[in-house]
Nanobody, 132 residues
Framework: EVQLVESGGGLAQAGGSLRLSCAASEFTFDDFAIGWFRQAPGKEREGVAYIHSYDRTTEYAASVKGRFSISIDNAKNTVYLQMNNLEPEDTASYYC?????????????????????????WGHGIEVTVSL
């Protein structure tokens, strides 16, 4: 089973930046997708962004488009979420999630792709707090 470990969370001021990392253990397939989800207290889980390993397909939630950027280092099986111009509304627990093989392909063709049920493996989460 794929193990995912998040790092890089913490406290930032509004307008500041943080970079989250998600390190994945070895995948069985070369074709995989890794995404970020977040959940704020009292709110539903929200898909933030995802990236596909093979062709670097990405998708972002409207709420973060233009501020967040997702990237992948295939050699390290690590995905990064660069979060710029942070807002207090970005405060949440952030979770890394992944799928591989046919499940990863299914994410690419899903509408919308950022659905938690499409991702098979999940990290334990990391806290991000943005203050005014």
């Amino acid at each position: 089973e794929v193990q995912l470990v998040e790092s890089g969370g913490g406290l930032a001021q509004a307008g500041g930046s943080l970079r989250l990392s998600c390190a994945a253990s070895e995948f069985t397939f070369d074709d995989f997708a890794i995404g970020w989800f977040r959940q704020a207290p009292g709110k539903e889980r929200e898909g933030v962004a995802y990236i596909h390993s093979y062709d670097r397909t990405t998708e972002y939630a409207a709420s973060v488009k233009g501020r967040f950027s997702i990237s992948i280092d295939n050699a390290k099986n690590t995905v990064y979420l660069q979060m710029n111009n942070l807002e207090p509304e970005d405060t949440a627990s952030y979770y890394c999630a992944a799928s591989e093989g046919s499940a990863a392909t299914a994410i690419k063709v899903a509408i919308p792709p950022l659905l938690g049920v499409l991702f098979d493996y999940w990290g334990h989460g990391i806290e991000v707090t943005v203050s005014l």
